[in-house]
């Protein structure tokens, strides 16, 4: 199992979903980490209190441009509501593979990224 989550994580790292600039966005964040570079930013436009369009654009190592793309499949058409509960676990199981503490600061950056987006929506995260 760990050799298929591999595969696709090397496969949404070489070509991530959802990457680039969205034209039209109300809502928009970035963050990084010092310690390994990595910096993205997320962009999302909602819409009727769902999530109509996703991208998001940065460098990073294969794990944080994996998990950005596995986050923006799965938030696209999904309520906010549904947006504030995802947490770690979440994205662990979206990767289905186990994480050293720097691997995991990786996984977990286009989350709070997505937190902060919220938050700067005036929307609080409950995950």
Do not use: W
């Not at 390994?36 to 999530?51: A, P």
């Not at 947006?83 to 994480?99: A, E, P, T, V, Y």
């Amino acid at each position: 199992m760990d050799d298929l989550c591999r595969e696709n994580i090397l496969d949404h790292f070489k070509h991530p979903r959802n990457f680039g600039k969205l034209n039209k966005k109300n809502i928009q964040a970035s963050d990084n980490l010092v310690s390994c570079g990595d910096e993205l930013t997320l962009e999302l436009l909602i819409k009727n209190d769902r999530v109509s369009e996703v991208n998001f654009y940065g460098q990073g190592c294969a794990i944080s441009v994996s998990a950005a793309s596995m986050l923006t499949e799965t938030i696209k058409a999904k309520k906010i509501s549904d947006l504030q509960r995802l947490n770690k676990d979440d994205i662990l199981k979206l990767l289905g593979i186990s994480l050293t503490p720097t691997r995991l600061k990786c996984a977990l950056l286009s989350l709070e990224i997505l937190h902060k987006a919220l938050q700067n929506y005036g929307i609080q995260s409950h995950g």
